[in-house]
Protein backbone atom coordinates (compact mmCIF):
# COMPACT_ATOMS: atom_id res chain seq x y z
CA UNK A 1 0.00 0.00 0.00
CA UNK A 2 1.14 3.29 -0.75
CA UNK A 3 1.52 6.35 1.84
CA UNK A 4 -0.99 8.14 -0.41
CA UNK A 5 -3.82 5.24 0.17
CA UNK A 6 -3.96 5.95 3.48
CA UNK A 7 -4.54 9.68 3.14
CA UNK A 8 -7.57 8.65 1.25
CA UNK A 9 -9.19 5.76 3.58
CA UNK A 10 -8.89 8.26 6.46
CA UNK A 11 -10.74 11.25 4.69
CA UNK A 12 -13.46 8.65 3.47
CA UNK A 13 -13.71 7.09 6.80
CA UNK A 14 -13.82 10.50 8.55
CA UNK A 15 -16.46 11.85 5.59
CA UNK A 16 -18.80 9.12 6.49
CA UNK A 17 -18.41 9.10 10.16
CA UNK A 18 -18.61 13.38 10.27
CA UNK A 19 -22.47 12.50 8.30
CA UNK A 20 -23.76 11.09 11.28
CA UNK A 21 -21.21 12.32 14.42
CA UNK A 22 -21.94 16.10 14.02
CA UNK A 23 -19.11 18.74 15.57
CA UNK A 24 -16.76 16.28 16.67
CA UNK A 25 -13.62 16.66 14.37
CA UNK A 26 -10.78 16.34 16.82
CA UNK A 27 -12.58 13.12 18.61
CA UNK A 28 -13.32 11.68 14.85
CA UNK A 29 -9.88 12.09 14.09
CA UNK A 30 -8.50 10.85 16.84
CA UNK A 31 -10.64 7.46 17.16
CA UNK A 32 -9.55 6.97 12.88
CA UNK A 33 -5.53 7.91 14.33
CA UNK A 34 -6.07 5.27 16.84
CA UNK A 35 -7.51 2.46 14.98
CA UNK A 36 -4.84 2.91 11.92
CA UNK A 37 -2.10 2.40 15.15
CA UNK A 38 -3.41 -0.30 17.03
CA UNK A 39 -4.39 1.88 19.85
CA UNK A 40 -6.64 2.11 22.58
CA UNK A 41 -8.88 4.77 23.37
CA UNK A 42 -10.78 6.77 26.62
CA UNK A 43 -13.10 8.81 25.70
CA UNK A 44 -13.85 11.28 28.39
CA UNK A 45 -16.84 13.25 28.22
CA UNK A 46 -20.66 14.54 29.94
CA UNK A 47 -23.60 12.09 29.28
CA UNK A 48 -25.66 12.32 25.87
CA UNK A 49 -22.97 13.69 23.70
CA UNK A 50 -22.63 10.74 21.16
CA UNK A 51 -19.62 8.88 22.64
CA UNK A 52 -21.12 5.26 22.55
CA UNK A 53 -22.42 6.78 18.52
CA UNK A 54 -19.26 7.36 17.34
CA UNK A 55 -17.83 3.82 18.40
CA UNK A 56 -20.92 2.24 16.73
CA UNK A 57 -20.76 4.24 13.77
CA UNK A 58 -17.00 3.83 13.65
CA UNK A 59 -17.89 -0.40 13.57
CA UNK A 60 -20.18 0.08 10.83
CA UNK A 61 -17.39 2.01 8.69
CA UNK A 62 -15.05 -0.33 9.06
CA UNK A 63 -15.46 -4.16 7.91
CA UNK A 64 -14.69 -6.28 11.49
CA UNK A 65 -16.23 -8.00 14.32
CA UNK A 66 -17.68 -5.61 16.82
CA UNK A 67 -18.62 -6.01 20.59
CA UNK A 68 -20.06 -4.22 23.36
CA UNK A 69 -20.07 -4.59 27.11
CA UNK A 70 -21.78 -2.59 29.66
CA UNK A 71 -19.33 -2.15 32.65
CA UNK A 72 -21.85 -2.92 35.70
CA UNK A 73 -20.41 -3.09 39.85
CA UNK A 74 -21.69 -7.05 39.49
CA UNK A 75 -19.43 -7.82 36.34
CA UNK A 76 -16.96 -10.54 36.52
CA UNK A 77 -13.80 -11.06 34.81
CA UNK A 78 -14.67 -14.11 33.26
CA UNK A 79 -17.87 -12.03 31.85
CA UNK A 80 -15.05 -10.24 29.69
CA UNK A 81 -12.57 -13.21 29.07
CA UNK A 82 -14.31 -15.84 28.93
CA UNK A 83 -14.44 -19.16 31.08
CA UNK A 84 -13.74 -23.05 30.60
CA UNK A 85 -16.74 -25.42 30.73
CA UNK A 86 -16.68 -28.83 31.88
CA UNK A 87 -18.32 -31.57 28.72
CA UNK A 88 -19.10 -34.28 30.60
CA UNK A 89 -19.45 -35.77 27.09
CA UNK A 90 -15.98 -35.08 25.63
CA UNK A 91 -15.05 -35.30 29.70
CA UNK A 92 -12.81 -32.55 28.36
CA UNK A 93 -12.39 -28.68 29.39
CA UNK A 94 -13.79 -26.26 27.07
CA UNK A 95 -13.27 -22.79 26.61
CA UNK A 96 -15.64 -20.87 25.80
CA UNK A 97 -14.40 -16.75 24.15
CA UNK A 98 -15.46 -13.87 26.36
CA UNK A 99 -16.61 -10.46 23.86
CA UNK A 100 -12.57 -9.62 23.91
CA UNK A 101 -12.40 -12.00 21.50
CA UNK A 102 -13.29 -9.41 18.75
CA UNK A 103 -11.60 -6.61 16.28
CA UNK A 104 -13.11 -3.68 18.14
CA UNK A 105 -14.64 -3.65 21.66
CA UNK A 106 -16.44 -1.07 23.56
CA UNK A 107 -16.06 -0.95 27.16
CA UNK A 108 -19.29 1.38 27.67
CA UNK A 109 -18.55 3.57 31.63
CA UNK A 110 -15.57 1.32 32.11
CA UNK A 111 -15.14 3.23 35.48
CA UNK A 112 -18.58 1.18 36.89
CA UNK A 113 -16.72 -1.86 36.90
CA UNK A 114 -14.89 -3.08 39.90
CA UNK A 115 -10.81 -2.71 40.00
CA UNK A 116 -10.50 -6.90 39.48
CA UNK A 117 -13.00 -7.11 36.50
CA UNK A 118 -11.00 -3.20 34.92
CA UNK A 119 -7.49 -5.70 35.49
CA UNK A 120 -9.06 -8.43 33.42
CA UNK A 121 -8.34 -5.89 30.64
CA UNK A 122 -4.63 -5.41 31.48
CA UNK A 123 -2.89 -8.50 29.54
CA UNK A 124 -5.79 -7.95 26.25
CA UNK A 125 -5.14 -4.61 25.98
CA UNK A 126 -1.44 -5.07 26.24
CA UNK A 127 -0.25 -8.29 24.63
CA UNK A 128 -3.53 -9.38 22.55
CA UNK A 129 -3.95 -12.23 24.29
CA UNK A 130 -6.36 -14.11 27.15
CA UNK A 131 -4.86 -16.63 29.70
CA UNK A 132 -7.29 -19.06 31.44
CA UNK A 133 -6.76 -22.65 33.29
CA UNK A 134 -2.83 -22.29 32.07
CA UNK A 135 -3.69 -21.48 28.70
CA UNK A 136 -2.96 -18.47 26.48
CA UNK A 137 -5.39 -17.56 23.71
CA UNK A 138 -4.63 -15.06 20.85
CA UNK A 139 -6.68 -12.41 20.16
CA UNK A 140 -7.70 -11.64 16.73
CA UNK A 141 -5.84 -8.72 15.18
CA UNK A 142 -6.46 -5.50 14.80
CA UNK A 143 -7.63 -4.91 18.07
CA UNK A 144 -8.19 -2.54 19.99
CA UNK A 145 -10.41 -1.04 23.04
CA UNK A 146 -12.88 1.81 23.09
CA UNK A 147 -13.62 2.96 26.64
CA UNK A 148 -16.14 5.72 27.52
CA UNK A 149 -16.48 7.16 31.07
CA UNK A 150 -18.15 9.84 32.72
CA UNK A 151 -16.19 12.23 34.51
CA UNK A 152 -19.12 14.33 36.23
CA UNK A 153 -21.02 11.44 38.11
CA UNK A 154 -19.02 9.39 40.67
CA UNK A 155 -21.43 7.69 42.97
CA UNK A 156 -21.12 4.05 42.40
CA UNK A 157 -17.60 4.21 39.64
CA UNK A 158 -14.24 3.08 40.64
CA UNK A 159 -11.07 4.39 39.79
CA UNK A 160 -9.30 3.00 37.47
CA UNK A 161 -6.07 1.44 38.19
CA UNK A 162 -3.21 3.44 36.72
CA UNK A 163 -1.33 0.41 34.79
CA UNK A 164 -4.47 -0.30 33.25
CA UNK A 165 -4.68 3.88 32.06
CA UNK A 166 -1.35 3.71 30.67
CA UNK A 167 -2.22 0.87 28.67
CA UNK A 168 -4.91 3.36 26.39
CA UNK A 169 -2.96 5.24 24.05
CA UNK A 170 -5.21 8.20 23.77
CA UNK A 171 -7.39 10.08 25.90
CA UNK A 172 -10.00 12.31 24.09
CA UNK A 173 -12.54 14.65 25.45
CA UNK A 174 -15.80 15.26 24.71
CA UNK A 175 -17.51 18.63 25.13
CA UNK A 176 -20.93 20.16 24.41
CA UNK A 177 -21.52 20.97 20.64
CA UNK A 178 -21.31 24.44 18.89
CA UNK A 179 -25.08 26.15 18.47
CA UNK A 180 -24.69 25.72 14.48
CA UNK A 181 -23.71 21.84 15.47
CA UNK A 182 -26.46 21.68 17.50
CA UNK A 183 -28.90 23.02 14.89
CA UNK A 184 -27.46 20.41 12.77
CA UNK A 185 -28.11 17.60 15.19
CA UNK A 186 -31.69 18.18 15.68
CA UNK A 187 -32.61 19.18 11.58
CA UNK A 188 -31.53 15.25 11.39
CA UNK A 189 -34.30 13.82 13.91
CA UNK A 190 -36.46 16.67 12.10
CA UNK A 191 -35.89 15.16 8.61
CA UNK A 192 -36.89 11.68 9.95
CA UNK A 193 -33.33 10.67 10.35
CA UNK A 194 -32.20 8.63 13.02
CA UNK A 195 -28.67 8.77 14.11
CA UNK A 196 -29.01 5.07 15.68
CA UNK A 197 -30.01 3.95 12.20
CA UNK A 198 -27.35 3.30 10.04
CA UNK A 199 -29.72 2.95 7.16
CA UNK A 200 -30.87 6.54 7.58
CA UNK A 201 -27.71 7.39 6.60
CA UNK A 202 -26.57 4.64 4.31
CA UNK A 203 -23.65 3.89 5.90
CA UNK A 204 -21.30 1.20 4.16
CA UNK A 205 -18.09 -0.58 5.02
CA UNK A 206 -15.31 1.19 3.87
CA UNK A 207 -12.37 -0.10 5.17
CA UNK A 208 -11.90 -4.17 5.45
CA UNK A 209 -9.64 -5.51 8.88
CA UNK A 210 -6.94 -6.73 6.58
CA UNK A 211 -6.57 -3.29 5.38
CA UNK A 212 -6.11 -2.00 8.39
CA UNK A 213 -3.41 -4.34 9.27
CA UNK A 214 -2.13 -2.96 5.88
CA UNK A 215 -2.05 0.29 7.13
CA UNK A 216 -0.13 -0.36 10.28
CA UNK A 217 2.69 -1.66 8.17
CA UNK A 218 2.39 0.70 5.78
CA UNK A 219 2.86 3.97 8.27
CA UNK A 220 6.18 2.30 9.78
CA UNK A 221 7.59 3.22 6.52
CA UNK A 222 7.21 6.90 7.55
CA UNK A 223 10.33 8.61 8.62
CA UNK A 224 11.08 10.25 11.38
CA UNK A 225 14.58 12.09 12.06
CA UNK A 226 16.81 11.40 15.16
CA UNK A 227 16.25 14.64 16.08
CA UNK A 228 12.60 14.19 16.53
CA UNK A 229 13.12 11.53 18.63
CA UNK A 230 15.09 13.64 21.13
CA UNK A 231 12.23 16.19 20.88
CA UNK A 232 9.68 13.35 22.20
CA UNK A 233 12.43 12.38 24.78
CA UNK A 234 13.00 15.84 26.10
CA UNK A 235 9.21 16.64 26.46
CA UNK A 236 8.39 13.39 28.60
CA UNK A 237 11.54 14.21 31.04
CA UNK A 238 10.10 18.01 31.38
CA UNK A 239 6.87 16.09 32.16
CA UNK A 240 8.72 14.34 34.89
CA UNK A 241 10.73 17.21 36.15
CA UNK A 242 7.59 19.53 36.13
CA UNK A 243 7.18 21.52 39.13
CA UNK A 244 3.66 20.75 39.66
CA UNK A 245 3.88 17.03 38.31
CA UNK A 246 4.01 14.22 40.99
CA UNK A 247 4.01 11.14 38.35
CA UNK A 248 4.99 11.73 34.98
CA UNK A 249 4.50 10.04 32.28
CA UNK A 250 5.70 5.96 31.16
CA UNK A 251 8.68 5.17 28.33
CA UNK A 252 5.69 3.79 26.64
CA UNK A 253 4.19 7.37 26.33
CA UNK A 254 7.24 8.31 24.12
CA UNK A 255 6.58 4.97 22.43
CA UNK A 256 2.70 6.16 21.65
CA UNK A 257 3.59 9.56 20.05
CA UNK A 258 6.18 7.70 18.06
CA UNK A 259 3.72 5.43 16.42
CA UNK A 260 0.76 7.72 16.33
CA UNK A 261 2.70 10.17 14.98
CA UNK A 262 3.98 8.43 12.06
CA UNK A 263 0.08 7.54 11.62
CA UNK A 264 -0.48 11.04 11.62
CA UNK A 265 1.53 11.75 9.30
CA UNK A 266 0.61 9.44 6.65
CA UNK A 267 -3.37 10.86 7.31
CA UNK A 268 -2.36 14.19 6.14
CA UNK A 269 -0.56 12.95 3.31
CA UNK A 270 3.12 13.23 4.80
CA UNK A 271 6.31 10.30 4.50
CA UNK A 272 7.93 12.32 7.57
CA UNK A 273 7.07 13.80 10.79
CA UNK A 274 6.78 17.11 11.73
CA UNK A 275 7.36 18.50 15.33
CA UNK A 276 3.96 20.08 14.74
CA UNK A 277 2.22 16.21 14.41
CA UNK A 278 3.95 15.54 18.19
CA UNK A 279 2.55 19.00 19.66
CA UNK A 280 -1.10 18.14 18.59
CA UNK A 281 -0.83 14.44 19.43
CA UNK A 282 0.80 15.51 23.01
CA UNK A 283 -2.25 16.22 24.89
CA UNK A 284 -4.43 13.04 23.52
CA UNK A 285 -0.96 11.12 24.62
CA UNK A 286 0.02 12.54 28.26
CA UNK A 287 -3.29 14.23 29.48
CA UNK A 288 -3.82 10.82 31.58
CA UNK A 289 -0.26 9.85 31.70
CA UNK A 290 0.30 12.66 34.46
CA UNK A 291 -1.09 13.33 37.88
CA UNK A 292 -0.92 16.95 39.38
CA UNK A 293 0.07 17.85 43.08
CA UNK A 294 -3.13 18.37 45.46
CA UNK A 295 -2.29 22.21 45.44
CA UNK A 296 -1.92 22.01 42.01
CA UNK A 297 -5.59 21.22 41.59
CA UNK A 298 -6.95 23.16 44.16
CA UNK A 299 -5.72 26.38 42.22
CA UNK A 300 -7.76 24.80 38.93
CA UNK A 301 -5.10 23.43 37.21
CA UNK A 302 -5.55 21.33 34.60
CA UNK A 303 -3.30 18.51 32.61
CA UNK A 304 -3.96 20.39 29.40
CA UNK A 305 -2.73 23.55 30.51
CA UNK A 306 0.44 21.83 32.17
CA UNK A 307 1.17 20.17 29.16
CA UNK A 308 0.95 23.51 26.86
CA UNK A 309 3.22 24.97 29.35
CA UNK A 310 5.55 22.31 29.24
CA UNK A 311 5.58 22.24 25.33
CA UNK A 312 6.71 25.83 25.31
CA UNK A 313 9.22 25.01 27.32
CA UNK A 314 10.70 22.62 25.25
CA UNK A 315 12.78 23.67 22.17
CA UNK A 316 11.46 22.02 18.96
CA UNK A 317 14.02 21.06 16.44
CA UNK A 318 14.44 23.74 13.58
CA UNK A 319 13.58 20.74 10.71
Known amino acids: MQLSEVKSLFEAVQAQISRV ?13 ALFSEGSVLIEGPPGLGKTLLVNVLAGTVSCSFRRVQFTPDLMPSDLTGHSIYDMKQQV ?10 NLL ?17 EVMQEHQVSVD ?19 EHEGTYPLPEAQVDRFMFKLLVDYPAPADEADILGHYAAGRDPRSS ?21 KSVIVEPELLQYIVSILGACRSWGTVTIGPSPRAGV ?27 PWILRHR ?25 EAPKR
Open 199 to 219: ADFQLRPIVEAETVLLIQQTV
Open 106 to 122: LTDEINRAPPKTQSALL
Open 290 to 314: IRLRPEAELEGVTPDETIRAILESV
Open 256 to 282: NMLIASRTLAACRGRDFVTPDDIKELA
Open 134 to 152: GKTHRLPRPFLVIATQNPI
Open 21 to 33: VIGQQELIEGVIV
Open 93 to 102: FTFNEGPVFT
